[in-house]
C-alpha cells in the first residue's frame, strides 16, 4: 500500500523526539516493495525540501506552525495516490477527518498534554492556539481508529468519550541492544544519577536538581549525570540553578551519539524522571536496558512503562523530597539495587519495535479491507 504520514517533524529535526523516533521506526520496518511511505513533515533550517529513501520519501513543507495547512492541501491535490494517511498527533492535530474522507485514515496519539505542559513550552498565544486545538480532539477524532502507547493515554481518552474500540494500544520500543546480562554491564564506582533525554522546560528536569541537592547531603560523592538535545535557554536554566544553589558534581554532558548514550546509561547507578506527564517514557526503558533502574513520579505514562518495585520505584507526584529518598534508598541498597536492574533488562525486552511494527501494519491492513 501507499501510505501517507503527517507529523510536524522528522528525526533529523533538532526538536524531534520520542514520537517522531516511534512512527518513523515503525515504518521503516513496514517499508518494503510492496509499501511506500512518504513523510509530509515542517522544514526546519538547513532542512531539504525533499528526501529519497529506499522505499520512502521526505517532504518538508511550511514551518511548525504552517505544516497542518500544507498537509491538507498537499492530500487534496494527491489523494487518489495514498491508500492510508497517519495523523501523528503533537498537541495540535492535522485535522484529517475534515478532508480525508472514508476509512483511509488512522490517528496516532501518544498524551494529551493539557494546559500546564503547553504553556511550559510556547508562549501565550501559540499556547492558547495549541491548547484549543487539542481540545478539539474528542470532537474531531471521536470516529477515528487511534494508536496510543499506553494504559494511562488510553484512558485519558476514555474520560473524552471516545468509544473504547476505537483505541489500540501499540507500545513503544527501544534500538538498544537488550542481549546483555545485568553481571555484563560495569557500573561507575561512585553513585550516579543520571537523566538522558530531551532538555525542555516540560521535562521538569530542575526537579531532579533540587532532590540531588537533598542526595548530595546525605551522599558526599554522588554525581549527577545530565545529557541530551534540546532547548538552549533549558540548559541555561539548569545549568544557572545548579550554581545558584552551590550544587557540585553535576555534569551537563550535551547531546550525546547512541554509543555514548549507551555507555552513560550502564554506568549509572539510577535514572531520575522528573517529568510530569508522558506518553509512555521511551528513555525509562532505554535506561531499564542498561540495567539501570529508574525513580519517576507516579504520573500517567511512567508509572505504565515503570513498575514500582519491579523496574523502579514510583515517587508522589511533583514531590521532590520523596523523589530523592527513592533515589537514596536505591543509591545505598546494593541488593535491591541489583535487584531492580535485573528485572529492568528483562522488562525492556518487551519493547520492541518488531513486535509494534507488526501490530501496527496489521491495523492498517484492516484499514484497507474496510
Avoid at 551537563?252 to 550502564?266: A, M, N, P
Amino acid at each position: 500500500m501507499n501510505i501517507l504520514a503527517f507529523n510536524w517533524r522528522d528525526p533529523k529535526n533538532p526538536d524531534a523526539g520520542g514520537a517522531e523516533e516511534y512512527l518513523f521506526n515503525i515504518l521503516s520496518l513496514i517499508s518494503n516493495e510492496n509499501n511506500k511511505i512518504t513523510y509530509l513533515v515542517a522544514s526546519f533550517l538547513g532542512s531539504l525540501p525533499k528526501e529519497e529513501g529506499d522505499n520512502y520519501t521526505i517532504i518538508r513543507k511550511g514551518s511548525k506552525y504552517t505544516v497542518y495547512l500544507q498537509a491538507a492541501l498537499f492530500y487534496i491535490k494527491n489523494r487518489k495516490k495514498y491508500d492510508v494517511v497517519i495523523d501523528s498527533i503533537n498537541t495540535v492535530p492535522f485535522f484529517t477527518p475534515l478532508y480525508v474522507w472514508g476509512n483511509k485514515k488512522i490517528a496516532i496519539i501518544h498524551h494529551l498534554n493539557g494546559w500546564e505542559k503547553i504553556r511550559n513550552e510556547l508562549t501565550l498565544l501559540p499556547s492558547i492556539i495549541a491548547y484549543l486545538a487539542e481540545k478539539t480532539i474528542p470532537i474531531i477524532y471521536k470516529k477515528t481508529p487511534i494508536i496510543t502507547v499506553s494504559k494511562s493515554t488510553k484512558e485519558d481518552l476514555l474520560k473524552k468519550n471516545i468509544e473504547e474500540n476505537h483505541i489500540k494500544i501499540i507500545l513503544n520500543g527501544i534500538k538498544i541492544d537488550k542481549k546483555k546480562a545485568y553481571n555484563e554491564i560495569k557500573k561507575a564506582e561512585v553513585p550516579t544519577v543520571i537523566y538522558i533525554g530531551r532538555i525542555k522546560f516540560s521535562k521538569n528536569i530542575d526537579d531532579l536538581i533540587k532532590a540531588f541537592k537533598i542526595v548530595k547531603s546525605k551522599i558526599k560523592n554522588a554525581k549527577l549525570i545530565i545529557g541530551g538535545k534540546g532547548d538552549q535557554d533549558c540548559y541555561e536554566y539548569l545549568k544557572n540553578l545548579t550554581k545558584n544553589e552551590n550544587i557540585e558534581d553535576v555534569y551537563f554532558l550535551g547531546e550525546l551519539s547512541e554509543e555514548d548514550k549507551v555507555k552513560q546509561l550502564e554506568l549509572a547507578w539510577v535514572f531520575g524522571y522528573p517529568s510530569y506527564k508522558e506518553g509512555w517514557g521511551i528513555s525509562a526503558i532505554e535506561a531499564n536496558a542498561c540495567g539501570t533502574p529508574v525513580v519517576a513520579y507516579n504520573v500517567p505514562g511512567l508509572r505504565d512503562s515503570i513498575k514500582n518495585g519491579t523496574n523502579g520505584l514510583l515517587a508522589k507526584e511533583k514531590d521532590i523530597k520523596d523523589m530523592a529518598d527513592k533515589i537514596v534508598t536505591l543509591l545505598e541498597n546494593h541488593e535491591l539495587r541489583e535487584k531492580l536492574g535485573k528485572n529492568a533488562i528483562e522488562w525492556s525486552k518487551n519493547s520492541s519495535y518488531e513486535k509494534s511494527a507488526k501490530q501496527f501494519y496489521e491495523e492498517l491492513k484492516l484499514l484497507q479491507s474496510k
